[in-house]
């Protein structure tokens, strides 16, 4: 699906899934990291003159470990500036969609709804948190998308690490004590233009079936071995469990189908 009948602004077009958003809304304009969204008055002024009809912020700071040393950029980026990006949305009318994450949610659930209680156990899950509290607070015609472990070809996934470090060592050691749902940064792109014309409210967009990042890798790598989270220790905790339940639109394709695809594609050299 192409959309092109309505003004649309694009922020974190240069990124993975600001990539594959710019093809499904070819006529959108763009920007990247040359309009700071935690800079109030720049976002304003600009959301202001150019007046769209669709802002869609695919913009943030995702470095999850990084966020725990950077807590304060993580909040201004993740958090802050959406009450800057939605308060000069609903100055000019625009519809905002916005991407959250399953780290929002502690992980003590096998599966979250769109209404579960959010309840982050790291910074980067209670910054973006802050970002859709912000949003709901600001405006009304907003669209939250959550989604979760995203892979894509224009941007450093979980999927090009597995192949970097398969060729560096004898062994991968991956976690199989953590589960959710891989998506397809293409294949959410096309669904947020189906999104778009659907009511207010948050959506809970993933790529079909539920995995531990054990099984993901074993799906991209040979050479993977499991280890639990206590042998993997990380700076930012996570959840063990952080499925997210869409109970509002049409399914999207099994993430082995989408995965197969992606690896396509790269092996082919396309863009």
């Known amino acids: 699906m192409v959309v092109e009948e309505i003004k649309t602004l694009i922020l974190g077009a240069d990124g993975m899934l600001g990539h594959d958003l710019q093809k499904v809304f070819p006529d959108a304009v763009s920007r990247g990291r040359d309009l700071d969204i935690t800079d109030e008055a720049a976002i304003s002024a600009f959301i202001r003159e150019l007046s769209p009809d669709l802002v869609i912020n695919a913009a943030a700071y995702t470095d999850v470990d990084g966020c725990e040393d950077n807590r304060e950029t993580a909040f201004e980026v993740n958090g802050n500036a959406l009450e800057y990006i939605a308060k000069a949305c609903s100055k000019v009318g625009a519809v905002l969609v916005h991407y959250s994450t399953d780290y929002i ?24 948190l802050l970002g859709e509290k912000n949003i709901m607070e600001s405006m009304d ?131």
């Open 141 to 271: 015609d907003y669209r939250i998308i959550r989604t979760s472990w995203l892979f894509g070809v224009h941007g450093k996934n979980f999927v090009e690490t597995m192949l970097r470090l398969s060729g560096e060592m004898d062994i991968v050691r991956v976690v199989n004590d953590q589960f959710g749902k891989p998506t397809y940064t293409a294949d959410l792109a096309r669904k947020t233009a189906e999104i778009v014309g659907l009511a207010p409210g948050i959506y809970h967009i993933t790529n079909g079936g539920v995995c531990s990042w054990y099984e993901f890798a074993a799906a991209i790598i040979d050479n993977v071995y499991p280890c639990s989270s206590e042998e993997f220790v990380r700076k930012a905790n996570r959840p063990m469990y952080s499925v997210l339940v869409n109970t509002k639109t049409s399914p999207m394709r099994h993430w082995r189908d989408a995965l197969k695809e992606y690896l396509n594609i790269r092996g082919n050299g396309e863009n």
């Open 105 to 128: 949610f502690d992980g003590s659930k096998e599966a979250y709804v769109e209404s579960d209680a959010p309840d982050p156990i790291n910074v980067y899950g209670e910054s973006k």
